[in-house]
């Protein structure tokens, strides 16, 4: 790797040496093609390599073509193979060609992206890929488009043959709107908008619930105990599934050889049967590992269970199946907030409430039941640099931002005592700011600075209700879009008291979307003050519904609250009767 590019010499590498890139999907060491993604965390810009050669970069991208990239994933044995949009909605093919399924269209070209007509156009959000590999690409309209082997009739389109060269509509969903899907090794499953799950795919072990292991060629719809259930998310393992339903419970079927379903026993379960072990608790995520599954609380505490053998379950654990859920030692993260496995690896990941991002398990042919630190933002960047193979996980690039020059002028104007004509005194602290700018950005400033006020002609005001970090972060918002408070809980509840204020809406619903992810038995009650004070309906709604998942013991805290108001707990308590929270 020379000057953050790379050669076709850098077929093996880590992340920590290509600071400040970061791997979208990493190569591996291996004489055949290989692609993967590097994206610039300051620039922004994103490159897409195949055996060590650039074949697209950035807003230069495909044949010539002007604009950027959408997303992209990397698959195949040996991360050989890719399929890349860009954001006129085109969809591309790169990679080795021999036996691909990104485009079955012969082709000479190794390195030059080959468009797929048959998806370019119709709004894709989401790709995955099974094993074999067959590949599901879902539509914004909720339509699927499936291509790839169809061994065992994965692909869904009901065509009796070893393969569907090109991307075909799964027929049998026209009539339903799809809004998830995810492939196992050779089996495909699909989440609607009304909860019902549907797969198809190969059934051996009765990884596709309908009560017996027949192969179905065409999506059926999984029934058994989800019958009457609304199912939010699915999850699909090596040959198991997983699906959360909305009231925060776990169902299980398929291949549980190592206990990956985590109903007590080793026996494949041919429909689906209730996780046990997480019937107290409320699950807000799910996710299937190779042979292991994990589930997240509402309060941020990671189960996992099934296999065990790599210690993806985590630390203190024997290296043994686990055929039940068992809490994840969280003492070296804290709090998690969002997870994530991949059904071809045996690695867990774990992002805690300060949006650190840790792995164990089976690292890049290690194993380590210690959860380590990476210096990733994303869960799903691990999998492309250390499972092996390199797994795939859709990678959506942020869709840069255009520059202008006036607006970086104002940017870099801020808090600039040689351009300023206004100091603003905080704590004894000097903020500089623009009295036009102000006027323009702001309602309350262009009040305040308005002909009848006595501070439209001076140059100094003093601020004595706010400390001078809230007050400097809330300037610098109005300047530059963008709130740089990390996760400190006490500075986001006085930038919303500003935001409330100044009138500020904007600044508001930003806040009550970070505050969501303080949420915690010990902070409910301060959000849910926070939320009624500011009318925050969204936000009130999320906090209490935490509350009703542990009435017990934010009750407790609530009682406890100092400074918190009277009229606040006594609203919590009616509102929680009037559903129900204390019926005998």
Known sequence: MQNGLATSRDVSFSFISVSPYSFSFAPQTT??????????????????????????TGRRVLLGDKTSLNFAIVFGNFGGEALVATRDDDIYAIGSLSG???????????????????????????????????????????????????????????????????????????????????????HSVALTNKGEVF?????????????STINHGIPKKVEGQLRNRFVKFISCGQKSTLALTECGEVYAWGFNDCGQLGCGNFSNQHSPILVRNLQNVVITQIASGYAHS?????????????????????????????????PVDQRRMDRVI?????????????MNHEEKVFMWGQVKGHTTDIPIETRFSSCDDVFACFANPASCKLIEFEK???????????????????????????????????KSFLRMRSQYFRSRFGEHWTEST?????????????????????????????????????ILELANCYCESELQQICSEILKRHITISTAATLYAASVKYELLSLEQFVFKFCLNHMTAVTQTFASAKDLPDNIFKRFILEASNHGAFKN
């Open 294 to 326: 994990l589930a997240l609380s509402d309060d941020g505490q990671l189960f996992a269970w099934g296999s065990n053998s790599c210690c993806q379950l985590g630390e203190n654990l024997a290296r043994s199946n686990q055929p039940l859920p068992v």
């Open 338 to 350: 969002e997870i994530a496995a991949s059904h071809a690896c045996n690695i867990t990941v774990a």
């Open 458 to 494: 001076e140059n100094e005001i003093s601020i004595n209700e706010y400390t001078y970090t809230a007050y400097r972060t809330f300037l610098r918002w109005l300047y530059t879009d963008e709130l740089d408070c990390g996760l400190d809980l006490h500075l986001l509840l006085d």
């Open 31 to 56: 004489p055949i093609a290989f692609v993967f993604v590097l994206r610039n965390r300051s620039t922004r810009k994103c490159n897409v390599f195949l055996d060590g050669r650039e074949v697209l």
């Open 199 to 211: 797969a198809w795919g190969l059934n051996n072990s009765g990884q596709l619930g309908a009560g």
């Open 400 to 434: 840069p931002k255009e520059k202008s020059g006036v607006g970086e002028a104002i940017r870099g104007s801020f808090d600039d005592p040689d351009t300023a004509d206004l100091k603003i005194v905080v704590e004894g602290k000097p903020i500089y700011a623009h």
């Open 100 to 186: 691909s399924i990104t485009s079955q269209k012969q082709h000479d070209k190794l390195f030059e992206p080959i468009k797929i007509d048959e998806v370019s156009k119709k709004e894709i959000i989401s790709v995955c890929v099974g094993q074999s590999p067959h590949v599901l690409a879902l539509t914004s309209a909720g339509r699927i488009y499936a291509w790839g082997t169809n061994t065992f009739g994965q692909v869904g389109t009901n065509v009796e043959c070893s393969a569907v060269p090109s991307p075909t509509v799964v027929g049998a969903l026209c009539n339903e709107k799809v809004v998830q899907i995810s492939c196992g090794n050779f």
